[in-house]
């Protein structure tokens, strides 16, 4: 099967956050639900985003520049990577923002109004709702 060029793009970034043991989701959109960019993820205790594009010439769509205004609004780190210089500063960025994140000393599981600690090796807490 022959990979387009924004498919290379996206395994480079795929192959880097994975070297940085980064958390990455990239969701298969549908047109149903609400929109996102290409992936989504977190590092060392911050969130992020990422479009994809297979050149510099390639321009987010008004959705896609939507989403991502909503999300710089809320926090995420927003990149756009078209090739190895945009994914070597969007890692830059991320690295200078991981360093300000609050420690994320004790992973919690929010369960409705309470929480608990997540503990290594022991089974998620049931969700309870009332």
Known sequence: ?????????????????KELGAYQFWP?????GAATLDCLGGYRGVFFAVETKKDSKSQMTARQRMT???????GLIVAVVYDSATL????ARLN???????????????????????????????????
């Open 1 to 17: 099967m022959a990979t387009t060029p924004e498919g290379k793009v996206k395994a480079k970034v795929k192959a880097r956050l």
């Open 68 to 74: 991502a205004t909503d999300m710089i609004d809320k």
């Open 28 to 32: 298969v959109q549908t047109g149903r």
């Open 96 to 130: 200078l923002a991981a360093r300000f994140a609050p420690p994320a000393s004790t992973p919690v599981v929010w369960t409705g109004y309470h929480h608990q600690p997540l503990m290594q090796n022991s089974p998620l807490p049931k969700v309870t709702v009332p």
């Open 88 to 91: 070597e500063e969007f890692i």
